[in-house]
T-cell receptor, first 111, second 116 residues
Framework: QKEVEQNSGPLSVPEGAIASLNCTYSDRVSQSFFWYRQYSGKSPELIMSIYSNGDKEDGRFTAQLNKASQYVSLLIRDSQPSDSATYLCAVNSGGYQKVTFGTGTKLQVIP | GAVVSQHPSRVICKSGTSVKIECRSLDFQATTMFWYRQFPKQSLMLMATSNEGSKATYEQGVEKDKFLINHASLTLSTLTVTSAHPEDSSFYIC????????????FGEGSRLTVL
């Protein structure tokens, strides 16, 4: 069983719609959760971090965490073509060597 | 966010030569840095954890004699790909953690290595 699982996609949404990206993780002691955006040929860029259950909003982005279900999601409102990228879910279970990345979900926002 | 700089961004070398990639934390001290490799359309693969003042910790299957890591200061880690071969061609990315063990990882720009 993979430690951090994401649907590889591609997830296609029309411009202006809400994109919903999901991630599950296996380690119950995980403490920190991150979403990174990676454009093709570029390195990952941190867009959201979340540490406690519930929602965290930052502009058009909302991260949602449910530790009981071991589930973290990212919602992108008013999706733009520039949001088209691969989104990586990352989970830190404590300690410098325990950041685990999912394989990423490719998002395509159709103009 | 914290700034991590990587150099060079692109390098082309002949088979059998060695290539050094530098990773610097510009506005914070990083006792630990991480080196990743990413092949086209694949996910990030952690290669090794670089520890300032001590030996790097390599992931299973990564040859430590092939990928030499040196972390001589709190702001600089280097990855040297020794005797490079075409199969080593990849996107190499470093990252560092600026906020302790549970903080966010910040990535360098990445270095695209092409071995002819």
């Amino acid at each position: 069983q993979k430690e951090v699982e994401q649907n590889s996609g591609p997830l296609s949404v029309p411009e202006g719609a809400i994109a919903s990206l999901n991630c599950t993780y296996s380690d119950r002691v995980s403490q920190s959760f991150f979403w990174y955006r990676q454009y093709s040929g570029k390195s990952p860029e941190l867009i959201m971090s979340i540490y406690s259950n519930g929602d965290k909003e930052d502009g058009r982005f909302t991260a949602q965490l449910n530790k009981a279900s071991q589930y973290v999601s990212l919602l992108i409102r008013d999706s733009q073509p520039s949001d088209s990228a691969t989104y990586l879910c990352a989970v830190n279970s404590g300690g410098y060597q325990k950041v685990t990345f999912g394989t990423g979900t490719k998002l395509q926002v159709i103009p | 966010g914290a700034v991590v700089s990587q150099h060079p961004s692109r390098v082309i070398c002949k088979s059998g030569t060695s290539v050094k990639i530098e990773c610097r934390s510009l506005d914070f001290q990083a006792t630990t840095m991480f080196w990743y490799r990413q092949f086209p359309k694949q996910s990030l693969m952690l290669m090794a954890t670089s520890n300032e003042g001590s030996k790097a910790t390599y992931e299973q299957g990564v040859e430590k004699d092939k990928f030499l890591i040196n972390h001589a200061s709190l702001t600089l880690s280097t990855l040297t790909v020794t005797s490079a071969h075409p199969e080593d061609s990849s996107f190499y990315i470093c990252s560092a953690n600026s906020q302790g063990a549970t903080g966010e990882l910040f990535f360098g720009e990445g270095s695209r290595l092409t071995v002819l």
